[in-house]
C-alpha cells in the first residue's frame, strides 16, 4: 500500500540536487543530478504522491477514467513556427521578445495563486476524501504550483520560478535586448498591466454553480478548471519556444534558452496531473448543497468545464491573437516593408482578420 497522507513540507521537497541550474547567471529553482539531468523542484514526494492518489481513485471507483487533457484538442501556438521564423529573418524580433515577456510575466502571476480559498471540502462532499490530491490542495499542492511559478525566498535565499527562467531564455536568446523600464511599457501596451500598475491576475470570475452550492468550492473549481486549461495549451508553446531557441541561425545562447525553456516543461507536468486528478475525485463523488441537497460531481465540472473550454479557445484567444497582432505590427512601424512582411506573415498562418 502506498503512501497516501503527505506533510507540506514533504509536498515542498526538492530533495538532493548535485548542483544548482543557473539561467543567464540566475540561481533557478530544482537542480541537476550527476548526470546533468534536470531535477524539478518540490517533486521527491509530490509526483509519487500524485501517482499513488491517481492509482488509489482507480481503484476505489471502478470503471472510473482520469480526466483526459489531450494537447492536440487544443489550439496550436499563435505565431506558429514558421510565422515567427519569418519575422526573425527579416529582422523583426521585438514581437517574438514581447511573446516570452508575455508568458513570463503571466506565469509570475502565479504568486496569487496561494491565495487560492480552499473551503472544507469534507463538509460538502458526501464520500470521504482522504488520501486524496483534492484533500492536499492547501497542504502543499498549491503552494508548490506558485512557487515554481513565480519564484521563492526563503531565509534570504533566493530561487527564480517560471517567470524569471523564460526571462532568462529570452535575454540568452536574444542577448538582453530590454530595459524594465521598456518592460513597463511593452506590458501596459500588451494590456497585461493598468498603466503605471503591477501585474496581477484577472478579477475575481463570477458564479458559474447552482445558488444552493457553497460559492467558495464554485469559485474554487473555476480556478482549477481554467489553471489546468492554461497547463495544458501551454504545451504547445513549449514546443514552439524550444524549436525556436534551439536554432543557432536564428538566436544566440547555442541551445541553453532551449534548455530552460525544457526545464520549465518539465515542472508543469505535476501541475497538469494534481489538477485532473483532483478534479477526478471530485468528478466521481457527490456534492452536497447548503439545502442538504445532493448534486453530482459530474455535473458540476462538466458545467464549468464547458464554460472555461469555450472562454479559453474564443474570447481569450482571440484577444491573445490581437494583442500579439499589434506588437507585430508596432515592431514594424516605420519599415519600408512592413506590408510586404505583414502579408508574407499572413500567408504563413492564422491571423486575426
Ligand atoms: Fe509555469
Ligand atoms: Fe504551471
Known amino acids: 500500500m502506498s503512501q497516501l497522507t503527505y506533510s507540506t513540507t514533504e509536498l515542498l521537497d526538492t530533495g538532493d540536487v548535485a548542483e544548482p541550474l543557473i539561467a543567464n547567471g540566475i540561481v533557478c529553482h530544482g537542480g541537476l543530478d550527476d548526470d546533468g539531468s534536470y531535477i524539478s523542484p518540490r517533486t521527491k514526494y509530490r509526483v509519487p504522491a500524485i501517482a499513488a492518489w491517481q492509482t488509489n481513485h482507480l481503484k476505489h471507483f471502478a470503471g472510473s477514467e482520469l480526466i483526459d487533457v489531450r494537447i492536440n484538442d487544443w489550439p496550436a501556438n499563435f505565431p506558429t513556427l514558421e510565422q515567427t521564423r519569418m519575422l526573425l529573418r527579416r529582422g523583426a524580433p521585438e514581437s517574438v521578445i514581447s511573446s516570452l515577456t508575455r508568458i513570463g510575466t503571466v506565469e509570475g502571476f502565479g504568486s496569487f495563486l496561494r491565495f487560492t480559498e480552499v473551503p472544507d471540502l469534507q463538509s460538502m462532499i458526501v464520500e470521504d476524501m482522504s488520501g486524496t490530491a483534492l484533500a492536499h490542495l492547501d497542504k502543499g499542492l498549491i ?82 478548471i481554467r489553471l489546468l486549461m492554461i497547463e495544458i495549451s501551454a504545451f504547445h508553446t513549449f514546443t514552439w519556444a524550444e524549436a525556436l531557441l534551439s536554432d543557432d541561425s536564428l538566436v544566440a545562447g547555442n541551445g541553453k534558452a532551449a534548455f530552460i525553456v525544457n526545464c520549465i516543461r518539465a515542472d508543469e507536468t505535476p501541475h497538469v496531473e494534481y489538477l485532473r486528478t483532483a478534479l477526478t475525485e471530485l468528478r466521481d463523488r457527490t456534492v452536497i448543497g447548503d439545502s442538504g441537497k445532493h448534486h453530482s460531481g459530474e455535473e458540476i465540472v462538466d458545467t464549468i468545464w464547458q464554460v472555461a473550454r469555450t472562454e479559453a479557445t474564443g474570447v481569450r484567444r482571440e484577444a491573445m491573437i490581437q494583442t500579439l497582432e499589434g506588437e507585430i505590427r508596432f515592431s514594424l512601424e516605420g519599415r519600408s516593408d512592413a506590408d510586404d512582411i505583414w502579408e508574407e506573415f499572413r500567408s504563413l498562418g492564422e491571423t486575426s482578420s
Open 143 to 224: 503552494e508548490a504550483h506558485s512557487r515554481d511559478e513565480a519564484g521563492w525566498e526563503e531565509d534570504g535565499v533566493v530561487e527564480a520560478g517560471h517567470r524569471d527562467m523564460w526571462f532568462a531564455a529570452r535575454d540568452i536568446a536574444f542577448e538582453n535586448p530590454i530595459t524594465e523600464d521598456q518592460t513597463q511599457i511593452m506590458l501596459e501596451r500588451m494590456g497585461i498591466v493598468a498603466p503605471g500598475g503591477a501585474p496581477g491576475p484577472a478579477a475575481q470570475p463570477s458564479r458559474l454553480l447552482p445558488d444552493d452550492i457553497n460559492a467558495h468550492l464554485d469559485l474554487l473549481l473555476q480556478r482549477m
